[in-house]
């Protein structure tokens, strides 16, 4: 299996969207569990590493300005 690339601040994109309207995360902060805040309303929430990695679809903006 593909290990997904992410780090913290990062804007990812989840599968499903959120009610509100929106498939942007922000990663605010990461260990065992990941805790994200929806970028369209605010709302956060947090999810186990594992889940996190299959719901995950991409890394929408890289919180790293080296990273292209």
């Not at 990663?27 to 889940?51: N, S």
Request: net charge positive; hydrophobic share 35%.
């Amino acid at each position: 299996m593909e290990r997904k690339e992410f780090q913290l601040h990062d804007i990812v994109e989840m599968k499903k969207p959120h009610p509100c309207g929106t498939n942007a995360w922000e990663v605010i902060r990461m260990g065992m569990d990941i805790r994200l805040k929806c970028t369209g309303c605010d709302h956060r929430v947090m999810l186990p590493r594992r889940e996190f990695e299959k719901k995950m679809k991409r890394v929408i903006i890289s919180a790293s300005p080296n990273d292209q």
